[in-house]
């Protein structure tokens, strides 16, 4: 994490000027009292003309101490104005002298963090998200990032918009890309408003989640929000509407099945293709200046081409920590399964549909002995550093799109489901980078 440095403005120092109000003036004596000669004798019986000159004396004297005084006051009042604007001038220098904590511009602010945000990122004007300070840490290696907001689990809505808004900012010094799991919360909203404030190269994928527990209710009030969403900030940032994210497999698990073409396999994959179908009319009765594609993403192994026939794209997890592969195969092991089982089938339709890996990493921790490794490797954060290495830039270079799970750790899962769950991020839930390398390389 950058932390830009914080440099308290230096305080205008001023000289104090110390005038003495007692200077002595030449033929003043204070203690003879005013009108008396250095002597202090006076003789009655001087000439009138003695007496005449005597007068124009004490008339010149006072001419001219009248003159010292009028030379004095003007000093005095020269001297005061020098340090007036001696100090003036030091403020301004301080104000606009360009030091790391204040914005650049007339009426620039201290620098500082958002509100409501978790003080990772800095901005040298916190007022306007567009100023963020680049992490020097971080690289845009990554063709996608796999992104959940903080507190957008139902019913415990608590997200708040600096605090995704720093989100998206860091998620844009790793990748071009995002997607979401669901619409729950204004998820799809905030998101969107967190790229437009920070003003991101940074599109995403939004998401409705349907759950084989849910009514249709669920689904209709994410997709109002999706909707909603797409009309307050356009299409401009938005690369399609996942419906549903392992749908079929979960359902499957429901029944103690783990056929995808069984009967009931064919029978969710038939509903969920209804429910992408309803999403498409909707999104086309906006009328907008694109079309906005839709999908879904599910388990690697759930992938069909009857799925994929209602697809206008298919996303697949793919995770060779739950595939019990060794640490130094995983990433060729990804690819090949990604092939074998998700990229022949899109191939094997009319429609065709682009395919990308939804989900793939390796988690870097376990709250449980008994999932503290995969069988063969561990779950650490070295081994996630090898599996970046391995995978990120050959997969770029290979053309496989890809959505790295995940952005960072979260605790919600760990509390609900344990073991790995909670340990997949590249950052730390409180978004500190792991002790990691991010790889660097392009992509597309």
Same mark, same amino acid.
């Given at each position: 994490m950058y932390?830009?440095? %914080? ?9 104090f ?15 003879n009292?005013?009108g008396?000669d250095?002597?202090g004798?006076?003789?009655a ?7 005449k000159?005597q007068a124009?004396?004490? *008339?010149?004297?006072v001419?001219i ?10 000093v ?16 301004s220098?301080? +104000? ?5 904590s204040?914005s650049?511009?007339s ?5 500082g963090?958002?509100a409501?945000?978790?003080?990772v ?9 567009s100023?963020?300070i ?8 990554? %063709?996608? #990032?796999?992104?959940?907001p903080?507190?957008v ?6 997200a708040?918009?600096g ?5 998206v $900012?860091?998620l ?6 995002i ?10 909203a ?7 404030a920070?003003?991101?190269d ?5 998401a409705i989640c ?5 009514n249709v209710?669920?689904?209709e009030?994410?997709?109002v929000?999706v909707?909603?969403a797409i009309t307050?900030y356009?299409?401009?940032h938005?690369?399609?509407v996942a ?8 359902n ?12 009931q ?7 969920l $293709? ?5 999403t *498409? +009319?909707?999104?086309?009765?906006l ?13 690697? +192994?759930? $992938?069909t081409?009857?799925l ?6 298919g ?5 060779p920590?739950?595939?019990?592969v060794a ?8 690819y090949d #399964? ?15 549909p682009?395919m990308?890996i939804?989900?793939?990493?390796w988690?870097?921790?376990? @709250? ?6 995969d069988g ?6 070295p081994?996630l550093?090898t599996?970046?290495d391995d995978?990120?830039?050959? @997969?770029n270079?290979?053309?496989t799109? %890809?959505y790295?799970?995940?952005y ?8 609900e #489901?344990?073991g ?8 730390? @839930?409180?978004?500190q980078?792991?002790?990691?390398t ?7």
């Amino acid at each position: 994490m950058y932390n830009a440095p %914080y440099g308290g403005r230096p305080g205008a120092g001023a000289s104090f000027v110390d005038l003495d109000s007692n200077a002595s003036r030449q033929g003043f004596n204070p203690r003879n009292g005013g009108g008396a000669d250095d002597a202090g004798a006076y003789n009655a019986g001087q000439s009138e003309w003695l007496e005449k000159a005597q007068a124009g004396k004490k *008339r010149n004297r006072v001419l001219i101490i009248i003159g010292i005084v009028i030379v004095v006051c003007a000093v005095i009042a020269a001297i005061v104005a020098g340090v007036v604007i001696s100090r003036k001038n030091s403020s301004s220098s301080s +104000s606009s002298s360009g030091s790391p904590s204040t914005s650049a511009g007339s009426g620039g602010t201290a620098a500082g963090t958002l509100a409501g945000s978790a003080g990772v990122v800095q901005f040298t004007d916190p007022n306007d998200p567009s100023t963020w300070i680049a992490d020097p840490a971080l690289h845009n290696s990554f %063709y996608g #990032f796999a992104y959940t907001p903080l507190n957008v689990q139902l019913p415990w809505c608590g997200a708040v918009q600096g605090n995704v808004t720093e989100d998206v $900012i860091l998620l844009s010094q790793l990748t071009t890309r995002i997607r979401l799991y669901g619409a729950d919360c204004n998820q799809s909203a905030l998101v969107l408003e967190g790229i437009q404030a920070s003003k991101v190269d940074l599109s995403v994928f939004l998401a409705i989640c349907a759950d084989v527990t849910d009514n249709v209710t669920s689904y209709e009030e994410q997709k109002v929000k999706v909707l909603d969403a797409i009309t307050t900030y356009g299409p401009e940032h938005v690369l399609g509407v996942a419906v549903g994210n392992e749908f079929i497999l979960n359902n499957l698990t429901a029944l103690n099945l783990n056929d995808p073409n069984s009967t009931q396999g064919i029978a969710a994959a038939d509903y969920l $293709i209804s429910l992408m179908a309803d999403t *498409r +009319s909707s999104i086309a009765a906006l009328g907008l200046s694109q079309t906005i594609p839709v999908g879904t993403a599910d388990a690697g +192994s759930m $992938i069909t081409p009857h799925l994929l026939s209602g697809c206008d794209f298919g996303m697949a997890n793919v995770h060779p920590w739950f595939g019990n592969v060794a640490i130094d195969q995983a990433a060729d092991w990804t690819y090949d #399964f990604f092939e074998d089982w998700d990229v022949a089938p899109s191939l094997a339709t009319t429609n065709k549909p682009p395919m990308s890996i939804a989900e793939t990493g390796w988690p870097t921790k376990s @709250s449980s002995v008994a999932d503290e490794t995969d069988g063969p490797s561990a779950a650490s954060v070295p081994n996630l550093q090898t599996f970046m290495d391995d995978f990120v830039c050959a @997969s770029n270079t290979n053309g496989t799109q %890809y959505y790295f799970f995940e952005y960072f750790d979260e605790p919600w899962k760990d509390v609900e #489901f344990g073991g790995v769950e909670g340990w997949w991020g590249v950052f730390t @839930s409180d978004k500190q980078l792991k002790n990691l390398t991010i790889p660097q390389c392009s992509h597309s």
